[in-house]
């Protein structure tokens, strides 16, 4: 029996009593995951990336473990949430625009301790201080930089459009009008090179492409590396109680922790390693989080119906951002119908050996966007369901 098949087993024995769908994390994977991260990042802290995991069980399970510390957020009502749950630090990484967010943090001691905000321009800064309604706690904040690879003069730019913040001065400027202004405090510096650990580079028939995304990343960690030594030397002039500079994620966690300027690496979808992270030469993990649908219907020889399934993740629209049909093994979307709201006919001769009623199951696109389709995950071990957690939504908390 193949590794895949044995897995599928052990599923469908946990779950043998509970009727799909059903979302499950298979504990013995998430904590290996867990650990090759860790040796990854050979001894600098992982900040978890919670809009990858999206339950807070988990999210404890992981900062349980050494070699973690720390959340990485991402909206300022999911932070506070956090904080006011225990979690005592916390760094949103996106700006946001959340009045009400903002006048609860600077009114509370013990969440402007636990809360750094991030940003990016002095408009931020001024929106933050038109929300306090009143409240005098010093507001924790990081900068974002620009990672962006910029080619040709500017003419080429290979990266996400994040920061405005590109170069050392723009930063040293920002970090400046942070020290003056009274109510705030500069203690970090956040930087994400998603086209190096978010773009895998070994991308299955397609040798070319694989091969041009690894001279590009290469080029771009190279720049990266010089560029944000810099910009953490000129900010430091400006604010030498800076106490992080956090990098990276689950792609490039070996090579972003080998900066001497970072001090703590990102990274959260390599603990669930989503079909996404399938395309890494830097590290294999173990896919760890699965759903699975029932069969209900038969259409005819190698073809299956299950319920429902078309679970898209978030991205530039392509097949990439679909789930993917794993087990059992050989089966494919019907391409004139992809996986559907309502149902989806699965091809293929593993078709043949299903009944109305079994489980088909799936690996989702991307990491924690699975959790806001299910409001519980089983967390398996073996062949058992161990412990039933509800996700964010099961909380009733869909922060986005």
């Not at 706690?137 to 040709?152: A, F, G, H, W």
Request: with cysteine; net charge neutral; glycine share 12%.
């Amino acid at each position: 029996m193949s590794d895949r098949a044995a897995d599928r087993a052990r599923y469908d024995r946990a779950t043998a009593d509970l009727d799909a769908p059903v979302a499950v994390v298979d504990l013995e994977a998430f904590d290996a995951n867990a650990a090759d991260l860790v040796r990854r990042a050979g001894g600098k802290p992982i900040r978890v990336a919670s809009k990858s995991v999206r339950c807070r069980a988990l999210l404890e399970r992981v900062l349980g473990r050494e070699g973690f510390a720390g959340i990485m957020s991402y909206t300022l009502a999911e932070s506070v949430w956090l904080a006011r749950s225990g979690f005592d630090d916390v760094l949103l990484a996106y700006p946001s625009a959340d009045r009400a967010g903002y006048a609860e943090l600077a009114s509370d001691p013990k969440l402007a301790a636990a809360v750094t905000v991030m940003v990016d321009d002095v408009a931020q800064l001024d929106l933050i201080d038109s929300s306090r309604a009143g409240g005098s706690e010093i507001v924790r904040v990081c900068l974002e930089m620009d990672t962006s690879l910029r080619m040709l003069g500017g003419r080429v730019r290979v990266g996400a459009l994040r920061s405005p913040l590109h170069q050392p001065a723009q930063l040293a400027a920002l970090a400046g009008e942070v020290a003056r202004r009274p109510g705030f405090r500069l203690v970090g510096i956040m930087a994400y090179e998603g086209h190096v650990a978010g773009v895998g580079d070994a991308i299955a028939g397609r040798p070319l492409r694989s091969r041009a995304i690894r001279l590009m990343q290469a080029r771009a960690r190279g720049e990266l590396a010089a560029r944000r030594a810099a910009v953490v030397r000129a900010v430091r002039e400006v604010a030498p109680g800076l106490e992080f500079v956090n990098g990276g994620g689950t792609g490039s966690v070996q090579s972003t922790a080998a900066e001497d300027a970072v001090t703590e690496i990102a990274a959260g979808s390599g603990l669930y390693v989503p079909r996404l992270f399938d395309n890494y030469t830097s590290f294999r993990g173990r896919p760890a989080a699965l759903f699975a649908q029932p069969v209900v219907r038969r259409p005819g020889v190698g073809v299956v119906t299950v319920l429902g399934g078309g679970y898209p993740a978030s991205g530039a629209a392509g097949a990439d951002r679909l789930p993917v049909p794993y087990l059992p093994e050989g089966l494919r979307y019907d391409p004139q119908e992809g996986p559907g709201e309502v149902q989806t006919p699965l091809i293929g001769s593993a078709a043949d050996d299903l009944l109305i009623g079994d489980k088909v199951w799936f690996r989702h696109a991307k990491a924690g966007e699975l959790c806001e389709r299910f409001d519980t995950l089983r967390l398996v071990e073996g062949d058992r369901v161990v412990a039933t957690v509800p996700t964010y939504r099961g909380e009733g908390r869909t922060f986005l």
